[in-house]
């Protein structure tokens, strides 16, 4: 039975990055992350409950890789996890050619080092306010200062939404051009503790960013 969404066109590039690893198979990439007390699965639907199969599996191999290449630091880790990300981008596709798994890879390194204060992506969707969350969450457990997540691109009610959702405090404001000024016009809580100190901002007019701090 295929593990993930185009299991055919993908498996053999797959294989063979595991292959020179002297790894066999997904199977046994999956035992090596298990044996070293990982189930980076679960992981990985913890942080993105709505993601395909192959995203799991792609982590899974990059672990696996991270492991056998005696990776000791976490950024050492995450450039390693995106050659197994690499490993499942389909041979000829837009994402292979740009080395889109790669450089996941080494997103992930920059943000684990202390030098990058600051995060910013451009999304709109729960799925990136989803990934922000874990990606500040486990960066911070690794970093002495905490990292800073921007997405950059909400509008009101989507901002709103997800603050209430995932129990953010909302905060609007309004950004004036003339005097470059930003005016905090309302705050909303939608929880206590950890979640709450996060905060979704709007901002009216020109700058719009969704900001965790």
């Given at each position: 039975m295929a593990?993930?969404?185009s299991y055919e066109r993908r498996i053999d590039k797959i294989n063979g990055v595991l292959n020179s690893y002297g790894i066999s198979s997904i199977e046994e990439a999956e035992k090596i992350t298990k044996d070293a007390g990982l189930d980076v699965y679960d992981q990985v639907k913890k942080i993105q409950p709505i993601c395909f199969e192959n995203a799991c599996w792609a982590y899974t191999v990059g672990a696996a890789i991270a492991i056998k290449k005696g990776c000791r630091k976490a950024s050492e880790a995450a450039?390693?996890?995106?050659?197994?990300?690499q490993a499942f981008c389909i041979p000829g596709s837009v994402?292979?050619?740009r080395k889109v798994g790669l450089g996941h890879g080494n997103l992930g390194k920059?943000?684990?080092?202390?030098e990058t204060d600051c995060f910013l992506a451009g999304h709109e969707s729960f799925a990136a306010a989803e990934g922000a969350i874990g990606i500040a969450e486990k960066a911070n457990k690794v970093r002495?200062?905490?990292l800073r997540v921007i997405l950059n691109g909400l509008g009101k009610d989507a901002a709103k939404i997800i603050s209430r959702i995932n129990g953010f405090t909302f905060v609007e404001t309004e950004y004036d051009p003339y005097t470059n000024e930003v005016k905090e016009i309302e705050r909303i809580a939608y929880s206590d503790g950890l979640r709450s100190k996060r905060c979704c901002n709007h901002v009216e007019r020109e700058r719009?960013?969704?900001?965790?701090?």
């Open positions: 593990l993930f969404e450039a390693a996890i995106g050659e197994g990300l994402a292979d050619t920059m943000l684990l080092e202390e002495q200062k905490p719009r960013c969704f900001h965790y701090r």
